[in-house]
Structure formats: C-alpha cells, structure tokens
C-alpha cells in the first residue's frame, strides 16, 4: 500500500500533466531541468523587496518541487516557448507544490 506523500506527488502529477505547460527551470548552479508548469494570474500581488502598500498584477507559477529538487531562488529562470519568467519569491512550498511570483524576464 502506497503512503500518503506517494498519493499527493502523484495526484499533484496528475494535476500538472492536465492543467500545465512545458517549461524549463534554469537554476544558477547546475544543470536546466524540464518540467511543467501552470501559470496564472494573481492581480494582488505585493511587490517584492521592500515593504509596501502598493499591489499590482503579478504572475504566478506552479511546479512539482520534487522535479525541480529544490525551490527556485530569486533570479533564476522558467522559460516558456520563447518567453523567460525570472523569480521574485517564493511564497509557497507545501513539500509537494512550489508556487513562485514571476515576471518576464527583459
């Protein structure tokens, strides 16, 4: 019998190979990784870095954490086709899904 964490990494795999894109995770030391990713909108989004009060629109990206073997830190990339996302934050990390506040890359 499978354990718990088996059945939520691959019901989490399930979600993404349904609702996510092909991407590749570009980290600072190491290798490029495949993997897919779902992107979506988050339009109350607190700007990174400094403290504020000011939201504005903002992405958002969900991967499998196990995919990616560690979460992504701020700079690094996901590239999508032929449009980069670097990282601001990474607000979520459920040990199964890592959530990270993107923009385009220019």
Same mark, same amino acid.
């Given at each position: 019998?499978?354990?718990? &964490? &088996? /059945?939520?990494?691959? &019901?989490?795999?399930?979600?993404?190979? &349904? %609702? @996510? !894109?092909?991407? !590749?995770?570009?980290?600072?030391?190491?290798?490029? /990784?495949?993997?897919?990713?779902? /992107?979506?909108?988050?339009?109350?989004?607190?700007?990174?870095? *400094?403290? $504020?009060?000011? *939201?504005? =629109?903002?992405?958002?990206?969900? @991967?499998?954490?196990?995919?990616?073997?560690?979460? =992504? #830190?701020? $700079? #690094?990339?996901?590239? !999508?086709? +032929?449009?980069?996302?670097? !990282? +601001?934050?990474? =607000?979520?990390? %459920?040990?199964?899904?890592?959530?990270?506040?993107?923009? #385009? @890359?220019?």
């Amino acid at each position: 019998m499978a354990d718990s &964490a &088996a /059945i939520f990494r691959r &019901a989490g795999e399930d979600i993404l190979t &349904a %609702n @996510a !894109v092909d991407a !590749v995770y570009t980290p600072d030391d190491g290798p490029d /990784i495949p993997c897919r990713v779902h /992107i979506s909108r988050d339009p109350d989004r607190q700007p990174s870095g *400094y403290g $504020g009060q000011i *939201y504005g =629109p903002g992405l958002r990206l969900k @991967a499998l954490l196990h995919v990616l073997g560690k979460p =992504p #830190e701020r $700079g #690094e990339t996901f590239t !999508v086709g +032929e449009t980069a996302y670097r !990282v +601001e934050d990474t =607000p979520g990390n %459920n040990g199964i899904f890592i959530t990270c506040t993107v923009r #385009e @890359a220019t």
